[in-house]
């Protein structure tokens, strides 16, 4: 038997999906999220909504192979390279393709590789279709995350996540580590800067406070550094003990553990990350 089609890297999300789709539970609207190859994860799920074998995507049937190589006619990338947000034209053409039925798959299946080209007026248009399109049409939308994309079209997507990469969770997320040389730093204004840059970013509550956890986590292993309680071999650990004394480790430690409670609430990221500025101030 030859070998189960899957995402590399991302097995238990392919499985989820092949789940999801055996059970015809696919949906319309998908939204695929996270660090990663959002792009293959969604050519799977196409695929899997294409498929004409028996466990979809089998990987092997006309129609996964044509999904997998890009030359499937129902199966949509949507892109405009000459504009810097997709341009309305090419979005109202989508939402009128969507309606003509497919060539020869049984869906028509529109991918949007990367949601931050997408913006909220550009959204507006394909709402319509998500709302009240034929049922053979299909939108992926791949965000690094969800919160790129408007409240209207996030309730009425399905949302799968990315497993984090193994070496980010190795090495903690590069915007905490980031955070923590600031705070070896101690300048106030470069503080304020990269919380700015947080909220620019667009980061919801659930990645600043996946963040906040590993700035942390780095913060106790310089305390327990500093108390000369081992704490593992982290070299921006060791820089923090060497720049900071135990009685601010141990307070930024608890500002931030504070922020990752409040990140659970509903407050917005404009907010915190304010906040947090003023909080981690020298
Ligand atoms: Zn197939």
Not at 14 to 29: D, H, K, N, P, S
Not at 97 to 117: M, Q, S, T
Not at 250 to 265: E, K, M, N, P
């Amino acid at each position: 038997m030859a070998d189960e089609l899957t995402i590399p890297g991302q097995e238990p999300l392919a499985a989820q999906l092949r789940a999801a789709a055996g059970a015809g539970r696919l949906g319309q609207a998908v939204i695929l999220s996270g660090r990663g190859d959002l792009l293959r994860c969604a050519r799977f799920a196409a695929a899997a909504m294409e498929c004409q074998g028996e466990t979809p995507p089998c990987g092997v049937c006309p129609a996964c192979r044509k999904v997998l190589r890009d030359i499937h006619p129902d199966v949509v990338t949507v892109r405009d390279p000459d504009h810097k947000s997709i341009a309305i034209e090419v979005l109202r053409a989508v939402r009128s393709d969507a309606y003509i039925l497919p060539n020869e798959g049984k869906r028509k299946v529109y991918i949007f590789p990367d949601c931050a080209l997408l913006d909220p007026k550009g959204q507006n248009v394909l709402l319509k279709v998500l709302e009240d399109g034929p049922p053979h049409a299909a939108f992926l939308f791949c965000a690094e995350s969800a919160a790129l994309l408007l409240p209207t079209i996030r309730s009425r997507s399905v949302e799968w996540r990315l497993a984090p990469p193994a070496e980010a969770l190795a090495a903690g997320d590069p915007e905490a580590r980031r955070l923590c040389e600031l705070l070896c730093g101690g300048r106030a204004a470069d503080l304020a800067a990269f919380c700015a840059g947080l909220e620019n970013s667009k980061i919801d509550r659930e990645a600043l406070s996946r963040l906040l956890s590993d700035a942390r986590d780095v913060l106790c292993a310089a305390l327990a550094l500093s108390c000369g309680a081992g704490g593992g071999d982290d070299p921006l650990a060791a820089r923090l003990a060497g720049s900071l004394d135990r009685r601010r480790l141990s307070a930024l430690a608890d500002v931030l553990g504070g922020f990752i409670r409040q990140c659970g609430y509903n407050v917005g990221v404009g907010h915190l990350t304010g906040a947090l500025a003023v909080a981690l101030a020298p």
